[in-house]
């Protein structure tokens, strides 16, 4: 299988992800299966402006609409940062 790099881009051969991204030092867990990238996801019509900001590399949850310069936590580019919007429950 491929893995992919979620911050930069970077495929690798294999089925283990190297320890670091050789171009943007993500750690191992910044990768995900390429194949499962690929296929397409539910939709989902997001109404409003995301809740949160979740990094896809550390899972470090940064309150409001916007992601931080860097995650304070890994150091990670706000492009690693995933937006999760609330949910019905009001
Ligand atoms: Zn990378
Ligand atoms: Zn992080």
Known sequence: MKLVCRICG????GDKAPEKC???RAPGEGFEDYDLKQQPQEEQKPSGPPKEQ???VCGYTCPGPYAPERCPICKAPPTAFNPVYGSSEQ
């Open 54 to 56: 979740v990094c896809s």
């Open 22 to 24: 050789p171009i943007c």
């Open 10 to 13: 970077y495929t690798v051969e």
